[in-house]
């Protein structure tokens, strides 16, 4: 999800982008090696966690609560990764990067966290398994990549999982959100009437409709995307292959 280079003149710009393709200096580099290296252990803790737990009850239901812990912790440390762009130690967007990390923290918190009701619901299981694999996946690319050192099975992975992944993470979160919504009526969860003193009114239940009607127009967008980047990445090796 890097964004662009930009510039117009080779030669008025030539320092510039020089410096641009430096990338990150020595010590953002270690510091951004070592955050990656931790939220790729902490993603296996989770993974770990999960299959142990599995083994233990001989069943998938509830698995949530095994792993609620080390989830919230990573998955809100996320939000580092947006500010990591914010100060241009990773070129990417800031919007893009933003939307994806709060769009997952919202749900492990505004949801997941604060409607119980739902945990024990299978969708949950389904968009935990999904993250997590994503996640492995991705911050070992991340951790690979700033070493120059990636192996080919890792970047196959980072752009080819997603081809799967992706739908079931957003089925996942997509049913979880519908489950909650009863609650979230019944409970009046996080929603403001009137009259008060700030005569302002906020419904929480209708806010969530919005939020699943929104992955409609969005998530065929980052999927496509992915698909073009995979053929980008991807596309050269995989046509050298065929001629082989």
Known sequence: MSAPAMGTSKTAHSDSSN????????????????YNVVMTAGWLVIAVGLVRAYLARGSY??????????????????????????????????????????????????????????????????????????????????TFSLLNHLPYLIKWARYTFFIVLYPMGVAGELLTIYAALPYVQKTGLYSITLPNKYNFSFDYHAFLILVMISYIPLFPQLYFHMMRQRKKVLGHVEEYSKVE
Not at 22 to 33: I, N, Q, R, W
Not at 83 to 91: N, Q
């Open 19 to 34: 410096k641009k393709k430096k990338g990150p200096g020595t010590l953002a580099t270690a510091y951004l090696v070592i």
């Open 61 to 142: 239901h509830g698995l949530y609560y095994s792993i609620e812990k080390p989830l919230k912790f990573f998955q809100t440390g996320a939000l580092l990764e947006i500010l990591h762009c914010a100060v241009g130690i990773v070129p990417s967007s800031v919007v893009l990067t933003g939307f994806q990390v709060m769009s997952r923290v919202f749900l492990t918190w505004a949801v997941t966290h604060s409607v119980r009701e739902v945990q024990s619901e299978d969708s949950v299981l389904l968009f935990v398994v999904a993250w997590t694999v994503t996640e492995i996946i991705r911050y070992s690319f991340y």
